[in-house]
């Protein structure tokens, strides 16, 4: 793990950086930049010891940013359009200029995502070689946005003489953040509601817990950085697929989920992990430990079995 480093960590509130947060903090000074939407949120990361600075991807200022950081996570992002060029001119734009910003750290760590990848056959394990092309059915923009935004990272970085590790996000969950798809299922289950699942075929993902995303957050991904970008899948070690996580859900809780079919449902992709082991090894957290953990977390008393 890092430390005695200055560290910046876009969406420091989030699902996948917030872990990343608390765990670096211990022994570097971390500023979270965000656009704190939530007062409560700001509030949480500076009694973490974490300062807070109100930053919006979308307006491409910097300003209020130091420029002397020595690592970055990158992980804001602009999800939910259909917007293709506004998608694009907030992460591809926002993502170069804020490198450019920050151009005399060591290290720059831009989260990306498997949204990237062109669909292939559901069991297929996605390498990072394979075809990029994908479109999500509740976003349209986004696998689009982080295609460009992962060129002009990779532009930037030889520009700029930047290590930069591009990390391509599979399904990751915790206590932190929305808690990810495993809690959007169970709450989904709680409150009695059907899952959406696709009508013609299942769907597979690699799932990799919060304690995973901190340890190889806070010092792997900055140590395997390069010129040109290391890219590597960011995923746990297991495939599961999306009944598979609801029937454990249900195992755990006593609750039997409910399916219904639906063209919008969650699209996962399995990881092919052989670049991310040969790189900085195996996770430590198997899948139904993580998800244990994070129902215990997240809904106390919830987990009724042994």
Partial sequence: MLSDKKVLITGATGQIARPIAERLV??????????????????????????????????????????????????????????????????AEGAGLLMEHCRTAEAFVLVSAFAVYKEQDPRHEYAEGDPLGSATAYATAYPISKIATEGAVRAAARILDLPVTIARMNIGYGAAGHGGVPVQYFDMMRRGVAIPVLPDRETYGSPI??????????????????????????????VVSATELCDFLGELSGITPQYREDELAYVFFASDNARRESLIGRCDVSWRDGVRKTIEARFPGAVTAA
């Fill in 26 to 91: 211990q022994d570097n000074e971390v500023w979270c930049a965000a656009r704190f939407t939530d007062p409560e949120l700001k509030d949480e990361v500076e009694r973490l010891g974490i300062r807070p600075v109100p930053w919006d991807l979308a307006a491409h200022d910097n300003s209020h940013l130091p420029a002397d950081f020595t690592h970055v996570v990158h992980s804001a992002a602009f999800m939910l359009t259909d917007d293709h060029e506004e998608a694009i001119r907030v992460n």
């Fill in 209 to 238: 817990s919060e304690d995973d995303i901190a340890t190889q957050g806070s010092g792997p991904l900055f140590d395997i950085a390069s010129v040109p970008a290391t890219i590597m899948n960011w995923a746990g070690d297991d």
